[in-house]
C-alpha cells in the first residue's frame, strides 16, 4: 500500500483536522465528532446535512459552505457515519426552519441517517430526507437496493443548497432536491482498484488490459469487464447508457459532470469531455454548463464517471446561484 | 499502459478540443495551434502568457481567466511548446501595452520562450520574462540549469495576473512577479512514477516499499530514494526544507500550498495539510490562506509537493483578487 497516511486508522480524523486548518475561517469541526459545518451559519434558512463513507473526497465536506451544504458527517472510509454523528450535525445546523438530510443510496447511510432523522425529530427538529439514486449502471448492488447515489449529488448538494439560500421552506428545499434527483443520471468506469487504508490492499484486481464498466465508487461490481476501450468509445458507452434512461430528446437542455475518481489524469478528463460533448451535439442537446474535475472519488481509483442533468429555468438559476463551498466556487 | 485515451499522439490536440468545448464561454483555441486563451480580452491590460509541456493539468490552460493568464500554450506531453505557437499566444493577447511571458525553469522552455519572445519583439511587441525556480530539492536537474520551476508558478499566475488587471505597466508586472518567485519555494515527493502516453510505461520504478523525496514533475531524479515515512514525517521534510531556504522567521505571514502530483487522494493532501500546518504552528508562522489539491500534477504520479509563499501586503492583496480561471476561482 504506498499512501501518505499515518496510522491507517487515524486517516479521517487526521483529514477532518487538516481540512479545518485549511479553512479556518469557513468551516469547524464539532467537537468529539467527525462532522464539519459552517462556521457561520446563515439565519432564517433550512438546514441542509449531508455525509457518507470517507473516501470520496472532495465529498462531502468540500461541499459545505455559503449557497450549499451546512454540514456533512465523515464516517469512516467507505462506511456510513453513526446516527449519534449525523444527530449532532443536525442540531448544530437547525435555526428552527428545519433540516433536510441528503443522502446517497447505501444502506448503512440510508438507515443510519434515518434513525438520526428520528431521533432528531424526537428532539422536536423537522427533519426531511431525500435519497439520491442517480447510478444508472446497477439496479441493485452488494451495499445497495436500488441504483447507487454517485456524483450526480453534488448537484443535488448545489441545486437545494442555492434553494435554501433563498428562505425556501423545507418543503420547498426537498422539493426541488428530489426534481434534481428525478432528473439526474450518471455512470461510470474504472481502470484500477483503490484500497481502503485499514485493509492495506486493493479491493479487487482487473487484468492490466481490463477495464470494468458501471463500477461503483466503492469498487462494486458493474455491469461487465472488457479490454480497455478509446476514449471516445468510453465515453459514448457511458453517454449513452445515461441519456437513454434519462429519456432525454432533441433541444433538452443539460448540465454535464465528468468526474474523476481519484488518480485520472484532468488530461483524461477533457479527453472523454470532447466525445461527450460531441455525442451531446449529435443529438442536437444544449449544454448549460459543463464541470470537469474530481466531485465523487473512490480514493485513488484510475476511472471516470459522465453525469447528465436534465435542466429548466429553475435549476439553471439555482446551479448558477453563488457558491462558497471549498471545494465548489460559483 | 492503462489510460483512458484515444491514439496516444493526440492526447494534447483531444485534451485542448475537451476544455475548450467545456468552457465556451471563457476559453477559445487560436486556429492551428494548441494555445487556449481567454475569449474575450481585458483591454488596457499587460498580456499575460505562460505554458509548457502537457501532462501538468490544471497547469497552465485552468489558469486562464480574467484576473489571471491571458493564454497559455500547451507542448506535448512533458516537451516545450514550440517558439511559432508560443509568438501566437504573445501576438493574441498584446493590446499595446506587452506581454509577460511566465516560464517554468526547464531549458526547452526557456529557450523556446526565449526565441519566441525575440521574435515578437521583431514584430513590434514589447515583451518581458519572468523565469519561475521554487523548487528546492534540486540545485541543477536532467532538463534544468538551476533550480526547476514546480508549483510555485500557480502564485506567480494569480499575483502577475491580479497586478496585470489593474491597469499596472508591463515593468510593474514583471516587478511584482520577481518579488512572488523570490519569495516562493516548494519541494516535492513521489510515491509512483507516471507514464507518457507516447511512451507506453513508466519513466522509473519505485519498488513498493519505497518514496522519492525532491523529485521533480517529470519524475526527474530527486535527492534521495527510501522507505515511505509517515504523512507527518514527510510533511516536516518538504516543509522544513522549503522554510529553511526562504529564510522564514517567527512572525512571517505566508500562504501554503499543498499539491497533489495527480493520483494522490485529497484525503492524504488534508493528511499532510495538518502537519504542514503544525510545524507552521510551531515556528508561529501566521498562515494567510491556505490551497490544497492538484494544481501542478504529473499525469498520475502519486506525490505531492508543499510550497510557501512569504506574504506582505500587496502579495496578499494580489492573491486575494478576484479570478475567473477555470481551475482557481476567487
Not at 20 to 41: C, H, N, S, Y
Not at 69 to 74: I, R
Not at 241 to 264: C, H, P, R, W, Y
Amino acid at each position: 500500500m504506498k499512501k501518505i497516511i499515518n496510522n491507517p486508522n487515524d486517516v479521517v480524523s487526521d483529514m477532518v483536522s487538516g481540512m479545518i486548518q485549511a479553512f479556518p475561517e469557513e468551516l469547524e469541526q464539532i467537537d468529539g465528532t467527525m462532522v464539519i459545518k459552517r462556521k457561520e451559519l446563515s439565519s432564517n434558512k433550512v438546514g441542509l446535512v449531508s455525509g457518507g463513507g470517507s473516501g470520496h473526497e472532495p465529498a462531502h465536506a468540500g461541499y459545505v459552505g455559503k449557497g450549499m451544504l451546512d454540514a456533512a458527517v465523515a464516517g469512516e472510509v467507505f462506511t456510513s457515519p453513526t446516527p449519534d454523528q449525523i444527530l449532532e450535525a443536525i442540531k448544530a445546523v437547525d435555526t428552527g426552519h428545519g433540516v433536510l438530510l441528503i443522502v446517497k443510496n447505501y444502506t448503512g447511510d440510508v438507515m443510519n441517517f434515518d434513525m438520526a432523522s428520528e431521533l432528531a425529530e424526537s428532539e422536536g427538529i423537522k427533519v426531511e430526507q431525500v435519497i439520491v439514486n442517480d447510478d444508472v449502471a446497477v439496479e441493485d448492488s452488494d451495499f445497495t437496493t436500488g441504483r447507487r447515489g454517485i456524483a450526480g449529488t453534488v448537484f443535488v448538494h448545489k441545486i437545494a443548497g442555492a434553494m435554501a439560500e433563498t428562505g425556501a421552506t423545507l418543503n420547498e428545499v426537498k422539493e426541488v432536491a428530489e426534481k434534481t434527483i428525478n432528473q439526474v443520471r450518471s455512470m461510470g468506469m474504472a481502470l484500477t482498484p483503490c484500497t481502503v487504508p485499514a485493509a492495506g490492499k486493493p479491493s479487487f484486481q482487473l487484468e492490466e488490459n481490463e477495464m470494468e464498466i458501471g463500477i461503483g465508487i466503492h469498487g462494486e461490481a458493474g455491469i461487465e469487464r472488457k479490454p480497455i476501450a478509446s476514449a471516445e468509445d468510453i465515453a459514448n458507452e457511458l453517454t449513452q447508457k445515461v441519456f437513454d434512461d434519462l429519456g432525454l430528446q432533441s433541444g433538452d437542455e443539460v448540465a454535464v459532470m465528468i468526474n474523476g475518481l481519484g488518480a485520472t489524469p484532468e488530461m483524461e478528463l477533457f479527453i472523454l469531455q470532447k466525445h461527450v460533448n460531441h455525442l451531446l451535439e449529435n443529438k442536437r442537446l444544449s449544454v448549460f454548463r459543463t464541470y470537469v474535475g474530481e466531485f465523487m472519488t473512490s480514493l485513488e481509483m484510475t476511472g471516470c464517471s459522465v453525469t447528465l442533468l436534465k435542466l429548466d429555468d429553475q435549476l439553471k438559476s439555482l446551479l448558477e446561484a453563488a457558491s462558497e463551498a471549498t471545494a465548489f466556487r460559483v
